[in-house]
């Protein structure tokens, strides 16, 4: 049983933005992190690209995409987004929303970034930036 399914990928130009929507169904969403990650072409491992906590005070992203993508979350519609503008070739990837393995409150002030610190992942979505 999949709880996680992501939405709202596709095809963009260089520049153009794309939002990829996170439907969970698997947890109280309202207790944990959620993160976005990416498998680049070739690549086996899924890379960290944004994590957000419950309640949204603390956030992170890796450094190729900060300014010009932000995740959001509504805890009330049990959801996770990743805005993405100013899309570059080199965000082609498969994108996967993850949840982490642990109520936040477990890890304390601890917030994961490392994709083994995640234990339910969505099938991924396709992002393709044409130049």
């Known amino acids: 049983q999949v709880e996680l399914v992501e939405s709202g990928g596709g095809l963009a130009q260089a520049g153009e933005s794309l939002r990829l929507s996170c439907v969970d169904s698997?947890?109280?969403?309202?207790?944990?992190?959620m993160g976005w990650f990416r498998q680049f072409p070739g690549n086996e491992r899924r890379e960290f690209v944004a994590?957000?906590?419950?309640?949204?005070?603390?956030?992170y992203y890796t450094d190729s995409v900060k300014g010009r993508f932000t995740i959001f979350r509504d805890n009330a519609k049990n959801t996770v987004d990743l805005q993405m503008n100013s899309l570059k070739s080199e965000d082609t990837a498969v994108y996967y929303c993850?949840?982490?393995?642990?109520?936040?409150?477990?890890?304390?002030?601890?917030?994961?970034?490392?994709?083994?610190?995640?234990?339910?992942w969505g099938l991924g979505t396709q992002v393709t930036v044409s130049s």
């Open positions: 993850a949840a982490d393995r642990f109520p936040q409150s477990a890890r304390k002030i601890v917030v994961v970034t490392a994709p083994e610190g995640f234990g339910s």
């Open positions: 698997g947890r109280r969403f309202s207790d944990y992190t």
């Open positions: 994590v957000i906590t419950p309640s949204g005070d603390r956030i």
